[in-house]
């Protein structure tokens, strides 16, 4: 008994000691883990296991010594094959009994439904429910203004973000965790080996690092939708689940040669397929993706995802270098929530890692018809990107003045300005999003002209026409930025998305389109739909228009910051007389 109580307290001290190094996880643990929520999570836990068991045994063939029912169907019979197009899964097998009457049942097969099932729920329980959660808490601290106080605490970012990430969905891994004898079970009965439900395990892991950074980083953003984040974020991750998860049932006609492919690295469930391989089990006994169309997911021709180990590994790897960038990004947004998103560096190597990720998915074939529409998609997301950067770099106007005052106040050397232009934090965002822009195409242009035959110029025009656009975009939101007019973020989206928007609605109502009159289009979202149709000087007619505009509204934002810093630096001065 005294050993007992010697055991009990030792370990005890040493939890304590754990939650001494993160008193956030500590704070978290104390205010959800009450009895009555942990019998809650365990009957949840122990419903929903007993729910799948049920729904599963209900296919196997009712108890029929006689044989009076005569034949009987189902997806676990070792007979032959009964095709029912009234159902949705018309492929049964009839069930047969073994010499001593006994029926013969697929029990392997009955068992990797029972995994498979328990591993869906628990990916969209965990990325689902858990996104919701972190962010409802996070909402929810800044409404009390505990936030600020969390932040004004010794503790590093690290430990906080870490401590809400075990505590907050405390009583949701206590649900998975009661799963794992079952689905473990599961996993063996249906000839799994071990070193995979391992690998798959790693893999929930870090998809819910990657999935839970991003939720917290969603939560710091001010977007004035504080009572709708946690139900908009949680509903686009369901929704992006959902969809993936889908597509890859039924995955003998799925094919994965596109850059959209590179999208099912973020779907868990993908590495289901090497789990589903590894049992031998018949093609026509499941109908999810095959492992040999993994083999059509390429990165810069190399197919990395056709064997289990390096898939999986590839798999991690990638939410590890996401949660990588997400947890940097936490860090500077959490103590410093008045700064952009990103420093100007940071936006450099993001620029770079995303890039090269991109474009090693643009190159799924070598045909030159399928390039040409890959490098679209390319183009597609470095105009996403150069919005996202627009977002991210752009300061706002109280940050620009203070800027301007600091300018007008020193002595004007050499590169100064062009140094405070590329690294400085409060300066305009707009020489950063060209040099970020400029490094994009630099990287993928080789490619367009070693790859591409007949098509090279017109899709090199439309990244240069790209590029423009969104220089013309960044200005105009920088110098809206600099207004003394209210709510200048909410015009500034409202002014980009019209200039993104209107043109192309106007254009289809109006009945113009790129093959008819492709001058207009070439200021659209994806100026080559009309490069093909457009003459070399009406292009260079409309970069002249691009960079008029560019040069114009940057002089008009130049006058008024200068103006900005001397009449502040006046006002200093008056003071200090």
């Known amino acids: 008994m005294k050993q007992n109580m010697r055991l009990f307290h030792h370990s005890s001290s040493l939890w304590e000691k754990f939650l001494d190094l993160n008193p956030q996880l500590f704070r978290e643990i104390k205010g959800k883990l009450r009895t009555r929520n942990v019998i809650l999570a365990a009957a949840i836990s122990s419903v929903t296991q007993f729910v799948a068991v049920v729904y599963l045994l209900g296919d196997l063939p009712d108890p029929d010594p006689q044989g009076i029912l005569g034949v009987q169907h189902g997806r676990y019979g070792m007979g032959n094959i009964y095709e029912d197009f009234s159902s949705y899964h018309y492929r049964h097998l009839s069930y ?76 949701l891994y206590i649900v998975i965790l009661l799963f794992l004898p079952l689905h473990s079970i599961a996993g063996l009965g249906a000839r ?32 004035g939708l504080s009572s709708f984040k946690s139900w908009l974020a949680s509903g686009v991750v369901g929704t992006l689940l959902l969809v993936l998860t889908k597509t890859l049932f039924h995955g003998n006609y799925l094919t994965l040669d596109h850059p959209a492919g590179w999208l099912f690295l973020f779907n868990p469930s993908l590495v289901l397929s090497y789990l589903i391989e590894a049992t031998y089990l018949p093609d026509n006994k499941i109908d999810f993706l095959p492992v040999e169309n993994l083999g059509q997911l390429l990165f810069y021709g190399q197919a990395l995802w056709s064997k289990a180990s390096l898939g999986i590994s590839l798999i991690i790897f990638n939410f590890s270098l996401w949660t990588y960038w997400c947890w940097s990004l936490l860090k500077r947004r959490f103590h410093n929530p008045e700064h952009t998103l990103f420093s100007k560096v940071q936006s450099y190597w993001l620029t770079g890692w995303l890039v090269a990720i991109t474009l090693g998915f643009t190159l799924q074939s070598t045909a030159n018809n399928s390039l040409t529409e890959y490098f679209l998609f390319s183009q597609f997301f470095l105009c996403v990107w150069g ?191």
């Open 387 to 577: 919005l996202g950067l627009i977002a991210g770099l752009s300061p706002h106007r109280q940050a620009l003045h203070d800027w301007a005052r600091y300018r007008h106040q020193i002595n004007k050397s050499n590169n100064t300005l062009w140094k405070d232009l590329i690294f400085g934090e409060n300066s305009p965002s707009t020489v950063a999003v060209a040099i970020n822009v400029a490094m994009a195409i630099a990287y993928i242009t080789p490619s367009i002209f070693l790859l591409l035959d007949l098509d090279r110029q017109f899709v090199f025009w439309g990244f240069i026409l790209s590029a423009g656009n969104i220089m013309l975009w960044a200005i105009a939101a920088q110098f809206i930025l600099t207004a003394k007019t209210r709510k200048r973020a909410a015009w500034s989206v409202i002014t980009v998305a019209s200039m993104i928007i209107v043109p192309p609605v106007s254009f289809g109502l109006a009945e113009i389109y790129p093959k008819t009159i492709p001058q207009v289009w070439l200021f659209s979202f994806i100026p080559t739909v009309a490069t093909e149709y457009a003459t070399t000087s009406a292009i260079l007619l409309t970069m002249l228009g691009q960079w008029l505009a560019i040069a114009v509204v940057s002089l008009q934002m130049t006058r008024k910051l200068k103006h900005a810093g001397a009449s502040e630096t006046k006002m200093l001065l008056s003071e200090s007389r």
């Open 192 to 223: 799994i080996p071990w070193t995979l439900m391992l690998g798959f395990d790693a893999v929930i892991i870090a998809s819910c690092a990657f999935f839970y950074s991003l939720a917290l980083l969603w939560s710091l953003m001010d977007f």
């Open 96 to 171: 047969t009994k073994d010499l001593m009457g006994n029926w013969v049942i697929n029990w392997q097969l009955l068992w990797l439904d029972l995994f498979v099932i328990l591993s869906i729920i628990s990916i969209f329980a965990l990325l689902v429910v858990g996104t919701y959660m972190l962010i409802a808490d996070t909402m929810k601290e800044e409404s009390r203004g505990t936030l600020n106080f969390i932040r004004l605490t010794p503790q590093s970012a690290s430990n906080i973000f870490l401590g809400k990430i075990l505590g907050v969905p405390i009583l």
